[in-house]
Nanobody, 121 residues
Framework: QVQLVESGGGLVQPGGSLRLSCAASGIIFSIYHMGWYRQAPGKQRELVARITSGDTANYADSVKGRFTISRDNAKNTVYLQMDSLRPEDTAAYYC???????????????WGKGTLVTVSS
């Protein structure tokens, strides 16, 4: 059974940085494609970034140049480094995983419970 546990959220000032982590268990992590989504209050969940099992990364236009997704297969963990944070980045951030990139792209993979990021002065 897939388990995904996010951590690293919190309150940060505009322009600041945070690094989110998602620890996976119950899977052969190296063959899974991983992703980060976010959902702001009153809005739909949206893709932030994806990273394939082959380390190819894709980003939403709104975070390109500011966020970096990476993975450590030895630690079964995917990271989201978030720099130059803006108030509009405030959201619950969710980790997702699936061995099928098509399923991951449809948002139909396994999900963690999320971690809250608040960007405010």
């Amino acid at each position: 059974q897939v388990q995904l546990v996010e951590s690293g959220g919190g309150l940060v000032q505009p322009g600041g940085s945070l690094r989110l982590s998602c620890a996976a268990s119950g899977i052969i992590f190296s063959i899974y494609h991983m992703g980060w989504y976010r959902q702001a209050p009153g809005k739909q969940r949206e893709l932030v970034a994806r990273i394939t099992s082959g380390d190819t990364a894709n980003y939403a236009d709104s975070v390109k140049g500011r966020f970096t997704i990476s993975r450590d297969n030895a630690k079964n963990t995917v990271y989201l480094q978030m720099d130059s944070l803006r108030p509009e980045d405030t959201a619950a951030y969710y980790c997702t995983a699936d061995p099928s990139i098509m399923i991951l792209r449809r948002g139909e993979g396994s999900w963690g419970k999320g971690t809250l990021v608040t960007v405010s002065s």
